[in-house]
């Protein structure tokens, strides 16, 4: 695996990617991504991530995740962003948290998802609160549900999953939900 030792070589590959408007080549994705994990130079770590969030990549939702996972509070940020930058991954990104079921992957992307143009996800939230089985999955669309959702199909897809689950931290996390809903509601 290539590493870089200065600048120059990186600004080589980031005036590449930039020429090609797509990377075909997964192997330029993965390597950097692999290199932004273990680099240790918070000015090397920002022009990877310059580099990544110009490359477009069908493997690129598969490889945020790590950022997302990662115990780096400056990484997960960067997922966030990358998120942020390449709207139609996140999409794809969300869907795959939500269906890993056997990973604790620290849901920190609120934020990116609070944007106007991720309105869309509301629609993935009620999917995963209707037909998931696992109750902490569905506890995990319903708070984000209720941070980004507006109507009241929103608001009772939410009350129905209290006949699925019924835990006392589920019922916490439905009526926090419900509350905001009925805030921007109220608001609006």
């Given at each position: 695996?290539?590493?870089?030792?200065?600048?120059?070589?990186?600004?080589?590959?980031?005036?590449?990617?930039?020429n090609?408007?797509n990377?075909?080549?997964?192997f330029?994705?993965?390597?950097?991504?692999?290199?932004?994990?273990?680099?240790?130079?918070?000015?090397?770590?920002?022009?990877?991530?310059?580099?990544?969030?110009?490359?477009?990549?069908?493997?690129?939702?598969?490889?945020?995740?790590?950022?997302?996972?990662?115990?780096?509070?400056?990484?997960?940020?960067?997922?966030?962003?990358?998120?942020?930058?390449?709207?139609?991954?996140?999409l794809?990104?969300?869907?795959?948290?939500?269906?890993?079921?056997?990973?604790n992957?620290?849901?920190?992307?609120?934020?990116?998802?609070?944007?106007?143009?991720?309105?869309n996800?509301?629609?993935?939230?009620?999917?995963?609160?209707?037909?998931?089985?696992?109750e902490?999955?569905?506890?995990?669309?319903?708070?984000?549900?209720?941070?980004?959702?507006?109507?009241?199909?929103?608001k009772?897809?939410?009350?129905?999953?209290?006949?699925?689950?019924?835990?006392?931290?589920?019922?916490?996390?439905?009526?926090?939900?419900?509350?905001?809903?009925?805030?921007?509601?109220?608001?609006?």
């Open positions: 695996m290539q590493y870089f030792q200065n600048f120059d070589k990186l600004t080589i590959l980031r005036k590449n990617d930039k090609m408007n990377c075909s080549n997964t330029s994705l993965k390597m950097l991504m692999n290199r932004l994990l273990t680099e240790e130079s918070k000015k090397l770590e920002k022009l990877i991530f310059e580099s990544i969030a110009e490359i477009r990549d069908e493997n690129f939702a598969n490889l945020v995740v790590e950022l997302l996972e990662s115990n780096d509070a400056f990484l997960r940020d960067a997922g966030r962003e990358l998120l942020a930058a390449n709207s139609n991954s996140a794809k990104i969300f869907k795959k948290i939500f269906s890993d079921f056997e990973k992957i620290s849901l920190t992307i609120e934020n990116t998802f609070r944007k106007e143009q991720f309105r996800v509301a629609m993935i939230l009620r999917e995963v609160i209707e037909h998931n089985k696992v902490n999955v569905v506890a995990v669309a319903v708070e984000y549900l209720g941070k980004i959702g507006k109507s009241k199909e929103d009772n897809i939410i009350k129905r999953t209290l006949s699925r689950f019924s835990s006392p931290f589920f019922k916490y996390i439905t009526e926090i939900a419900l509350k905001n809903l009925n805030y921007y509601n109220e608001v609006n």
